[in-house]
């Protein structure tokens, strides 16, 4: 499993340029700034490498500035490491940097390939794929490499929008100064290994985050069932998708599961009280309901329709999954930005789609564009889970287990986000899909949906 820095943050390549411009703005040098980025990079690979010849890879821009300063380093420290380059700039901090290497440079179409590999052909300026002389090479050089990327694996579009043939792939990947899109999503993200954060202590402006262990307090001393959190499940078409939700609640916290529906069965814990679904407005008048969730296992019929119009006149707060949001659709985007009460969405990437169109950009800047727009929480899954909110915060969760993808597991989520929705809450998204993302670790490979559920009380012993 990948892994990444928490609580780390998240910017688009040009941002990041703003950043290091007004860092320079504010008196820190080019040169410092370079030798800052090399030096972290050099720390990792020297750990890395185990004594294994190195060989390092420079590019002609400053990310080739890094790669020359961190071989540099590299040789004042002991290690067995040789550079190959590309021509580089006749001037600037990258060309200052080459100038410091005093040993010998070979052409990248000469060199032999060696156990390691430092990856500092290309970093987050690229926007064309890599030529294609450069691109055999890179393959050749890295193919039964250790290969430690700096900022990005060469060939990458930093921003995530785009795939560009020939790009390279790293086992560890060094960000510098803070993640950048690509590092987290989009249809790159398998090639950057593990990532790790290098802190090059310059100020950067508020951004997304990669998804932290949440905190969560047990329970007040006064504490009862209703204050903990009365959560109303609807069962439609499928009501075994419902109960796998309301199972899921029940485990997550809430104080007060209700399984609403004409087939709500009997399986499941005897804890769930089971309601028939004779009057839906009614039931969700309940002035004591901290959720309603609405959409596993719905259905996409008449009666289906009837119970979301009555979810979404409800004045409780509300999760909106599955058949519900395929039901909502794009002229439901509207519906839900009506809402007064807080209302919090959970699509896969099919979903989001037919609400919100496919549109430009990368998974994050649509995700939040999105949540915006429908003045909604809106937790896109998938292996890299974005969660929105109205106010602007992004938070991203880039490495789900893989085991996640089997049916039910989203049903799941749907009910621990319920759960966490307890009055009081200001943190239910993000500490859904952390709790979920943990059980499913604890659950380990090939794991069911109801699997996920007996782990979530040891998910949650771990956040106190």
Request: net charge positive; aromatic share 2%.
């Given at each position: 499993m990948t892994i990444y820095p928490a609580d780390a943050p998240i910017l688009r390549a040009a941002a990041m340029r703003a950043a290091e411009g007004e860092a320079f703005?504010?008196?820190?040098?080019?040169?410092?700034?370079?030798?800052?980025?090399?030096?972290?990079?050099?720390?990792?690979?020297?750990?890395?490498?185990?004594?294994?010849?190195?060989?390092?890879?420079?590019?002609?821009?400053n990310n080739g500035g890094d790669a020359f300063f961190c071989a540099r380093l590299l040789r004042e420290w002991g290690c067995d490491v040789a550079i190959a380059?590309?021509?580089?700039?006749?001037?600037?901090?990258?060309?200052?940097?080459?100038?410091?290497?005093?040993?010998?440079?070979?052409?990248?179409?000469?060199?032999?390939?060696?156990?390691?590999?430092?990856?500092?052909?290309?970093?987050?300026?690229?926007?064309?794929?890599?030529?294609g002389k450069i691109a055999d090479a890179l393959a050749r050089l890295t193919d039964d490499a250790f290969v430690i990327a700096i900022d990005m694996p060469s060939g990458v579009d930093a921003d995530a929008e785009r795939h560009f043939p020939g790009a390279a792939r790293a086992d560890v990947t060094v960000a510098l100064g803070t993640l950048k899109a690509a590092h987290v999503v989009g249809p790159d993200v398998a090639r950057m290994g593990h990532v790790l954060l290098a802190d090059l202590d310059i100020a950067l402006p508020d951004?997304?985050?990669?998804?932290?262990?949440?905190?969560?307090?047990?329970?007040?001393?006064?504490?009862?069932k209703y204050r903990r959190g009365l959560v109303t499940v609807?069962?439609?078409?499928?009501?075994?998708?419902?109960?796998l939700a309301a199972h899921a609640a029940l485990s997550a916290g809430a104080g007060y599961v209700v399984l609403a529906g004409d087939d709500a069965g009997h399986g499941g814990p005897d804890a769930l009280?089971?309601?028939?679904?004779?009057?839906?407005?009614?039931l969700l008048a309940d002035h004591r309901l901290a959720a309603v969730l609405v959409g596993p296992g719905?259905?996409?019929?008449?009666?289906?329709?009837?119970?979301?119009?009555?979810?979404?006149?409800?004045?409780?707060p509300l999760v909106i999954d599955g058949d519900a949001l395929s039901l909502l659709g794009a002229a439901g985007v509207a519906r839900v930005a009506a809402r007064s009460a807080p209302t919090f969405l959970t699509p896969h990437s099919g979903e989001f789609d037919r609400m919100f169109g496919e549109g430009g950009g990368n998974k994050i800047d649509r995700t939040a564009q999105a949540a915006l727009q429908a003045r909604a929480t809106i937790v896109h899954k998938g292996p890299d889970t974005v969660i929105a909110s109205p106010d602007g915060t992004v938070t991203v969760s880039p490495a789900a287990p893989s085991w996640l993808s089997t049916a039910g597991t989203g049903d799941v989520l749907a009910g621990i986000l319920a759960a966490r929705l307890r009055?009081?809450?200001?943190?239910?998204?993000?500490?859904?899909?952390?709790?979920?993302?943990?059980?499913?670790?604890?659950?380990?490979?090939a794991l069911v949906a109801d699997s996920l559920i007996d782990h979530l009380g040891q998910a949650i012993a771990e956040c106190r």
């Open positions: 703005a504010s008196g820190v040098a080019q040169d410092a700034l370079m030798e800052r980025a090399g030096r972290a990079v050099a720390r990792e690979v020297r750990r890395l490498a185990l004594g294994r010849a190195i060989l390092v890879l420079a590019g002609p821009g380059a590309l021509p580089g700039r006749a001037e600037g901090a990258a060309a200052r940097m080459r100038a410091g290497w005093s040993g010998p440079v070979f052409e990248l179409a000469d060199i032999s390939p060696r156990p390691v590999i430092v990856d500092g052909l290309f970093g987050t300026g690229l926007s064309r794929p890599l030529e951004a997304p985050r990669t998804i932290a262990r949440p905190v969560i307090a047990a329970p007040a001393r006064d504490a009862h609807l069962a439609g078409a499928m009501p075994g998708a419902a109960r009280v089971r309601r028939p679904l004779d009057d839906p407005p009614g719905l259905g996409r019929d008449e009666a289906a329709t009837r119970l979301l119009d009555a979810a979404m006149a409800c004045a409780a009055p009081g809450a200001g943190q239910a998204a993000r500490e859904a899909v952390w709790l979920h993302g943990r059980a499913a670790q604890m659950a380990g490979p």
